[in-house]
């Protein structure tokens, strides 16, 4: 191989939030947002290199070395593939990303699958995509301690451009559920991010296992929307999408106790300003909601969102009209 190059987007969800560590549903999209990965042919050495931090990281192919920061992502990789057999052939690359770190969006799955797919290449090494997932879901908890689920690998490998992904996290069935014509998906980052979003993620997780009654509900009424907005959508129901998505964001700040002031009022500023749905999205402690709204109205919408908030905050948000897209394992 003569070097190539991989991109692997984002994701937002669009409910089933804190679903899949228990083997439950999701609905999230792959969006145009996301990580490009440019990589040559390197001996033994796997040299990476990012633009946005101007960082290099050097580790032996197989994942031994000294790394730190994002780095310790690229070495849980390299190690996970090379314990699964990949030959350890190094790559030189260099890593680009659009998607804003600690928004919600899974950057960090859409950095571990794309320095995958690179190695991937390099050893013309192949996975299965779910299989894929899982090691990145594993890589995850490696580099950075956080015991997420199978949702964002999987999403970014298998989402469908114009679809959304229903998948069963406990089955790991899925099938693609079109988009309604005519919907734009925006995002509405609170810029707000807060020191619990790690540890307050794998204190929810325990909760969870220990059978605490109110995240339990939250669970169970979250599994129950994800077959209704997935039936809505399929049905072009969109009327329907707003008391789901209202009840789910109120679901996540009341029993699952993940939510925040700021993406609370963004929530309400939406419905307010005439959003179709809009909830709370990702792993919560700040971050981002997800908009759905009218097409030809969906950035004047948006905008008078984070206008309003900033009044009501002094905080800047930021919005994203965003395109769906193909997941990095379809083939382009
Ligand atoms: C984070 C995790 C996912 C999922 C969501 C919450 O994004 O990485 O696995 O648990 O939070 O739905």
Same mark, same amino acid.
């Given at each position: 191989m003569s070097g190539g190059t991989v991109f692997t987007p984002a994701r937002v969800n669009l409910i089933g939030e804190h679903t899949d560590y228990s083997g439950g549903l999701v609905l999230p999209v792959a969006i145009d947002l996301g990580t490009t990965v440019k990589w040559q042919p390197l001996d033994w050495l796997i040299r990476v290199r990012s633009l946005a931090f101007g960082d290099v990281v050097a580790i032996?192919? *197989?994942?031994e070395g000294v790394a730190t920061g994002w780095g310790r992502y690229v070495a849980a990789v390299a190690a996970l593939l090379h314990e699964h057999g990949r030959t350890d052939d190094g790559i030189d690359a260099v890593v680009s990303s659009t998607v804003p770190i600690?928004?919600?969006? +899974?950057s960090s799955a859409a950095l571990t699958v794309s320095i995958a797919l690179a190695l991937c290449q390099a050893a013309a090494f192949e996975l299965e995509p779910l299989e894929l997932a899982r090691l990145m879901q594993e890589a995850e908890r490696r580099a950075a301690g956080v015991p997420c689920g199978l949702m964002d690998p999987a999403c970014v490998l298998l989402g469908r451009r114009g679809h959304a992904l229903l998948l069963?996290?406990?089955?790991e069935e899925y099938r693609h559920v079109p988009l309604p014509e005519g919907i734009a998906i925006v995002v509405v980052d609170s810029g707000v991010r807060h020191a619990l979003e790690h540890s307050g993620y794998a204190e929810r997780r325990a909760e969870v296992e220990r059978g605490d009654p109110r995240r339990i509900r939250h669970v169970a009424s979250e599994n129950e929307r994800v077959v209704q907005v997935a039936a809505a959508l399929e049905a072009g *129901?969109?009327?329907?999408l707003g008391p789901l998505f209202r009840a789910g964001h109120d679901s996540l700040r *009341? *029993?699952?106790?993940? +939510?925040?002031p700021e993406l609370d009022l963004m929530v309400d500023l939406a419905y307010e300003l005439g959003a179709v749905a809009a909830r709370m999205t990702g792993g919560g402690f700040g971050g981002s909601i997800v908009v759905l709204a009218d097409v030809g109205s969906a950035s004047a919408l948006a905008d008078a969102v984070v206008a309003a908030y900033r009044e009501r905050t002094g905080r800047e948000g930021r919005f994203y009209v965003c395109e769906t897209v193909d997941g990095a394992a379809v083939p382009r």
């Open positions: 032996r192919a *197989d994942g600690g928004s919600g969006l +899974s069963d996290c406990g089955s *129901d969109v009327d329907a *009341d *029993d699952f106790e993940v +939510s925040t």
